[in-house]
């Protein structure tokens, strides 16, 4: 009888622990964990660089899949990342007041403190993204 009470104790202490309704640290995707991610997902995905563009207001790291860029913007809170993802039209052919002509096909996604920028045409890129981040709310 002793061994189940401090079983069940345990238990409710380690559930006591976790925070109602928020993600854990391994759930918040950042630029590292989506690196890895896509290339769990069976992508070649490496790290391309930066790069910074006028129309957001934080800069861009890069990864590459194969010729293909991802964009991955990764701002201070979710609050920041919210207001410039707003600034993007819904065919992401324009950015606040600057019109764009990617050279492939736009398509935007977010995630918490992530605004990810995919400028192609790959199945399987775009899937493991939608997987990663939830469907692009921007682009065509």
């Not at 630029?31 to 207001?57: I, M, T």
Request: overall charge negative; proline content about 7%.
């Amino acid at each position: 009888m002793k061994v189940l009470v401090v079983v069940l104790s345990s238990l409710l202490a380690v559930a006591g622990c976790d925070s109602p309704g928020g993600p854990d640290d391994e759930d918040v995707l950042d630029y590292e964990r989506l690196l890895q991610a896509l290339r769990q997902s069976g992508l070649s995905a490496q790290p391309a660089g930066q790069v910074s563009q006028p129309f957001f207001s934080v800069p861009s790291r890069l990864i590459a899949i194969d010729a293909d860029q991802v964009q991955v913007l990764e701002y201070p809170d979710e609050r920041s990342a919210q207001a410039d993802a707003a600034r993007i039209s819904p065919d992401g052919s324009t950015v606040g007041n600057s019109h764009v002509d990617w050279v492939a096909p736009p398509h935007f996604y977010r995630a918490g403190r992530l605004l990810v920028l995919y400028v192609g045409n790959r199945a399987d890129a775009k899937a493991a993204l939608e997987r990663l981040l939830g469907p692009q709310f921007a682009g065509r």
